[in-house]
T-cell receptor
Framework: GQQVMQIPQYQHVQEGEDFTTYCNSSTTLSNIQWYKQRPGGHPVFLIQ?????EVKKQKRLTFQFGEAKKNSSLHITATQTTDVGTYFC????????????FGKGTKLTVNP | EPEVTQTPSHQVTQMGQEVILRCVPI?????FYWYRQILGQKVEFLVS????????KSEIFDDQFSVERPDGSNFTLKIRSTKLEDSAMYFC??????????FGQGTRLTVV
């Protein structure tokens, strides 16, 4: 079945450092979505990328969708303590159902 | 802002007992999901529901699990005979025309 892999599983940074998490799907995705889950919270939608090669920015966050629509990355510039949480990518398989398959997530901790 | 509401927030049950987890999805959404997250692990797909029927289910969603939309607003997950390994956070999510998921706050199920 469809698998979504994320690396790294954990990342610990000093405040002000950059952070990147990578997502790879075993199948072509119709779109890729990123969610953030704060400790003790629920996943909250951040962004959706649909087009091959698409890049979107939200303030210090930059999201990319690969040309083959099978991989994606999230880059945070100059991390802040408010960025702490687990970042999940998720996507429905292209031509498949609306089932969202989540990666294992990257847990980010930020040292002030 | 629209939100998905889940009740109860925490449920403790004896092994072998039945539990019903309740969700009120966002009113104009058409796709509904249940996900499970064991502490510290990834968000696992259980089941998706569309047009008043299950559209897809995972291998976790065995005969002990069932879902219903009894009255057009509530969406419930029933576990018939709970096992210790069913202890997890259960998230309900709904998806609208924009094709990304809104998650509820979750129900923490503890089976003792």
């Amino acid at each position: 079945g469809q698998q979504v892999m994320q690396i790294p599983q954990y990342q610990h940074v000093q405040e002000g450092e950059d952070f990147t998490t990578y997502c790879n799907s075993s199948t072509t995705l119709s779109n890729i979505q990123w969610y953030k889950q704060r400790p003790g919270g629920h996943p909250v939608f951040l962004i959706q990328l649909v087009k091959s090669g698409e890049v979107k920015k939200q303030k210090r966050l930059t999201f990319q969708f690969g040309e083959a629509k099978k991989n994606s990355s999230l880059h945070i510039t100059a991390t802040q303590t408010t960025d702490v949480g687990t970042y999940f990518c998720a996507g429905p398989r292209q031509g498949g159902s609306e089932k969202l398959v989540f990666g294992k997530g990257t847990k980010l901790t930020v040292n002030p | 802002e629209p939100e998905v509401t889940q009740t109860p927030s925490h449920q403790v049950t004896q092994m072998g007992q039945e539990v019903i987890l309740r969700c009120v999805p966002i009113s104009n959404h058409l796709y509904f999901y249940w996900y499970r997250q064991i502490l510290g692990q990834k968000v696992e797909f259980l089941v998706s529901f569309y047009n008043n029927e299950i559209s897809e289910k995972s291998e976790i969603f065995d005969d002990q699990f069932s879902v219903e939309r009894p009255d057009g607003s509530n969406f419930t997950l029933k576990i018939r005979s709970t096992k210790l390994e069913d202890s997890a956070m259960y998230f309900c999510a709904s998806m609208g025309p924009a094709r990304f998921a809104f998650f509820g706050q979750g129900t923490r199920l503890t089976v003792v």
